[in-house]
């Protein structure tokens, strides 16, 4: 011990007391209590030498390559994964040995747990299984971090940026809570700090630990167990600080964080450690409950190492102790109350506040007042001075209303009436909400973890089984007796059936949670606001517009009357029923919605926050849509640039931004840009969502049409039959997806020549799409127009010509200027030529050039306007006219396609018959010659080295 110590008396005096203590315990670690882990100490060895074993083992698709952290029962490896992407992960697995039946079912638990949360500052869960001996395992998000007290201190972060930090720890612990996770063992050690694109990302690691492997008496965490305590002691909140841990709600996480908030101002936690582990467990454990930590600016001001603590923030010591006085002390000392009531309510409450901070805006926080602090010294003392504080109490009031005079007497009493029922109003909302997270926390860790746990250790449960037993219980009536926790539960299970892609399941879910709310609460309470959002955006993805409209403009009247100026709550009603709009087709009415919802979250959000990118997401989708490409290009770019920043490789909100940036790239023909953030977007989607959720079959159909663009007809029909069969068996019989899925199908069998299936796939398309959209839908009008090329490629040209008709009606009244119109233009004039009604033909040819305009004057669709509007003019006979179009024509395609391409030689053709017509029309004016001199460039290019249709 003396050669280990090295010198350290301290230490060596530290060691000595622990080896006293260990021979006074006598069986205390002995039966019942490890009943069931025989033969503990042999089993932590066993597990030991079978955690290095496993290195360059693989288990299923997944090769260990470091053992990079171990605890008593678990060991988590970096592993390589080879299938189906390549890619470096964290597996996380049980110990041989550690393998009792109730380690675990909540080993199981907390697999499950993790596997319900989605959040850019959590470590995510991708993949789960157990060994060919059946020890369980998941696979996570590998964090290639550092504590988040460290990085701050080894980067020198000023305050603002270890609060904006903090304020996405606090973002992703709202997110577990609402997933009725508690974390309950929050430390800078579980908070790490990695580096994502250039910026630094906080990820919460270790959630619900203490539900899944037992007793860790390591580094002073301990987990659940009778007669145990919960987390570590620095950083316990007063209420874990017991033999049990039945008390502990969502308010013991914001301790936690108070405390993670405190040591990234000072350095330090409130209670010192030293003070923490010198006394006996009891003593530690009074000191938690009871002992009120100095604040924050206080620590400071007695802070031996202040210089270097200031240092580390790149501040003077001075200016650091004036900077953390005042606001920042409240806001810490909030979080830190013993009195949990007084505590924030939620997580998002402790950010928003320290947002406010940053924003220079009044906080919520302040120091206690007077009145409270009489307040707790009677509850502390409630026998003996009751009677005599209430005598205090009647004595002071009367000097008050003396002092204030009787004139403003009734005035005064008026004032704190109404300021006792706002306060009163106040205090039973918070309790209502804190009841309602606490109990649907219960309930959740009931479902994941106790409630049956011969079930958690089979194989092949999923989030979607533990769900659908969740369901089971609430119809038979669990929660009968509270709606409003019913209704919060039934919320959650719908997001979460929701995200999953069961939209059908996730309907009665949410349509329950709004029905309990309307019941049991005020017409115009948030909650039911809540509701109506997110039954509305389900009903937008059903394909019910017209019910999710109705749905988010309610939910967005509550919000306007409930916040005037406008908070996130509004932002986000008022983008549902923006998208609402857009989903009928109400392009108009849509973008005015999105300017708003943008320009109310830049004047709400920070720079950079992922609500401000998802405006200018949708609003440049609208814009796209509407035709105004040069705008909404700058746009589309922005939000991909903030996402890209704010949020992890690989997040679907990314991968959505990156589909529609595609498709707006793919309608200027910048195909091979457009090609790689669609199959960016497409492999995020297969790697995170389960197998036939519909946001891949929508993926999978993008790429389908950009490779019928291209040409590459064979792999465009694999993609587009996954697309449909993707979007037949996740979405109900009849959807505008699925009607989507089939027009791009359509297209591709079209080109392939497979007209007969074609025009069965498009007739169903347009019959769908009639039956669920408005009339004028501009979707109504690319199928039809689908089905007028494969009735036009059999020769069928009147009954085609209806059709392009239709459309282009419906084009000129939904969205007269966009491209889709010059696109109805051109198809009904090309079949106009074929039926000689050359006069109609010109003037759409003229007109679609103006729409095609948009994509820039030198792209290629407005010099094939130039080259189809010289053949209208060649049928009319009016040469000269039709000359000036096509020599245009073949400059612009031969600089655009070096020359050897279709469309240039079928300038070269149209060249052939102008001067051969010409020359007949008016003879021996050289006509023949120039007639010539084409066919000699034609002759030389054949064959063209591509057969690519344009």
């Not at 309907?507 to 509701?531: F, Y």
Request: glycine fraction near 6%; proline fraction near 4%.
């Amino acid at each position: 011990m003396a050669d280990a110590c090295a010198g350290n008396v301290e230490l060596k005096h530290r060691v000595e007391r622990l080896l006293g203590a260990h021979s006074k315990i006598g069986d205390f670690l002995q039966s019942p209590a490890a009943a069931d882990l025989t033969d503990v100490a042999g089993d932590v060895a066993r597990g030991v030498s079978a955690s290095e074993e496993h290195v360059g083992n693989v288990i299923d698709k997944y090769r260990l390559m470091e053992l990079i952290g171990e605890g008593g029962f678990g060991s988590v490896f970096l592993a390589e994964q080879t299938n189906p992407v390549q890619r470096r992960v964290a597996l996380k697995i049980i110990k041989p040995g550690m393998d009792s039946r109730q380690v675990i079912a909540r080993f199981e638990a907390e697999r499950q747990a993790l596997a319900v949360m989605d959040h850019p500052n959590i470590a995510k869960v991708f993949d789960a299984g157990a060994t060919e001996s059946g020890h369980p395992y998941f696979v996570m998000e590998l964090v290639k971090g550092v504590a988040i007290t460290e990085y701050c201190d080894a980067q020198r972060l000023p305050p603002r940026a270890r609060l904006e930090l903090f304020i996405d720890v606090c973002r992703a612990i709202q997110h577990a809570h609402q997933k009725g996770v508690i974390h309950r063992d929050l430390k800078p050690s579980n908070v790490l700090v990695a580096m994502y694109d250039g910026r630094p990302v906080p990820k919460v690691i270790d959630f619900g630990v203490a539900k899944a492997i037992g007793a860790k008496l390591t580094d002073r965490t301990l987990f659940t167990g009778f007669g145990a305590i919960v987390g570590t002691l620095e950083y316990m909140p007063p209420e874990q600080a017991q033999l049990n841990e039945l008390d502990a709600d969502t308010r013991s996480d914001i301790y936690s964080l108070g405390v993670l908030l405190y040591e990234l101002l000072t350095g330090s936690t409130p209670l010192d450690r030293a003070r923490l582990i010198k006394p006996a467990m009891e003593e530690m454990l009074r000191i938690i409950r009871q002992d009120e930590p100095p604040k924050p600016s206080a620590r400071l001001s007695t802070a031996n190492a202040l210089a270097s603590i200031a240092a580390n923030r790149s501040l003077e010591p001075k200016k650091l102790s004036g900077l953390v006085r005042g606001e920042l002390d409240w806001i810490a000392m909030k979080c830190l109350e013993k009195d949990r009531s007084r505590r924030y309510e939620t997580a998002n409450g402790l950010a928003n506040d320290v947002q406010r901070y940053l924003a220079g805006v009044a906080i919520l926080a302040a120091p206690p007042s007077a009145t409270y602090r009489l307040r707790t010294f009677v509850r502390r003392h409630r026998g003996p001075v009751l009677a005599s504080g209430m005598v205090l109490l009647v004595l002071i009031a009367g000097v008050i209303g003396t002092t204030i005079g009787l004139v403003g007497q009734a005035r005064q009493t008026r004032i704190a009436e109404q300021q006792r029922a706002a306060a009163q109003t106040h205090e039973q909302t918070a309790r209502r909400q804190t009841a309602i997270a606490s109990a649907v926390s219960d309930f959740q860790t009931d479902m994941l973890a106790s409630a049956d746990p011969e079930m958690l250790l089979g194989d092949k449960v999923t989030v979607l089984q533990a769900v659908t037993a969740a369901v089971k219980e609430l119809d038979d009536g669990k929660l009968k007796e509270q709606p409003l926790v019913e209704a919060s539960v039934r919320t959650a299970i719908g997001r979460t059936l929701r995200a999953l892609g069961r939209y059908d399941a996730a309907e009665p879910n949410l349509r329950k949670a709004l029905e309990l709310r309307r019941r049991s609460l005020p017409v115009d309470d948030l909650s039911i606001a809540t509701s109506l959002n997110h039954l509305g955006s389900l009903a937008r993805e059903l394909g019910k517009f017209t019910d999710a409209e109705e749905m988010c403009a309610q939910a967005l009247k509550i919000r306007q009357n409930a916040s005037p100026a406008g908070d996130r709550g509004t932002a986000e009603s008022l983008n549902n029923v923006a998208a609402a709009l857009f989903a009928q087709g109400k392009t108009g009415e849509a973008e005015k919605l999105f300017r708003e919802t943008l320009e109310l979250n830049r004047r709400i959000c920070p720079p950079g926050a992922q609500e401000i990118a998802t405006s200018l997401n949708n609003l440049a989708t609208v814009l796209r849509d509407r035709g105004k490409f040069a705008e909404c290009e700058p746009i589309f770019r922005e939000a991909l640039s903030i996402y890209r920043h704010a949020l992890p490789a690989g997040h679907l909100k990314t991968a959505s931004a990156a589909d529609n940036l595609a498709a707006l790239l793919q309608a200027q023909s910048r195909l091979a840009e457009a090609e790689i953030l669609i199959r960016e977007a497409l492999e995020t989607r297969r790697n995170t969502l389960p197998a036939g959720h519909p946001d891949v079959g929508k993926s999978a159909n993008n790429l389908a049409t950009l490779l019928t663009v291209q040409g590459r007809y064979a792999d465009a029909e694999v993609l587009a039959r996954e697309a449909v069969a993707i979007a037949r068996n996740s979405l109900p019989a009849a959807h505008p997806n699925i009607a989507g899925s089939l027009t791009t199908l359509g297209a591709v069998l079209y080109h392939e020549g497979k007209l007969g299936e074609s025009e069965l796939i498009y007739r169903e398309s347009v019959e769908m799409f009639r039956k669920l959209l408005p009339a004028n839908h501009p979707d109504i009008a690319l199928s039809l127009t689908g089905v007028a090329g494969v009735l036009r490629g059999q020769n069928k040209f009147d009954e085609a010509e209806q059709f392009y008709r239709e459309a282009l009606e419906i084009c000129r009244k939904s969205i007269p200027t966009s491209i889709n119109t010059a696109h109805a233009q051109q198809n009904l004039a090309e079949v106009l030529v074929q039926r000689g009604k050359f006069a109609e033909a010109e003037k759409l040819y003229r007109e679609a050039m103006k729409g095609f305009a948009q994509l820039g004057a030198e792209h290629w669709r407005v010099s094939q306007m130039r080259l189809q509007l010289g053949t209208a003019l060649i049928k009319q006979s009016r040469f000269a006219e039709a000359e000036t179009f096509l020599i245009d024509a073949e400059r612009a395609i031969a600089a655009l396609d070096h020359v050897k391409s279709p469309r240039h030689d079928r300038c070269l053709e149209g060249l052939v018959t102008l001067y051969s017509q010409w020359d007949q029309s008016e003879p021996a004016k050289g006509y023949d010659a120039k007639a010539r001199h084409w066919q000699t460039i034609l002759a030389a290019q054949q064959p063209t080295t591509s057969t690519t249709r344009p």
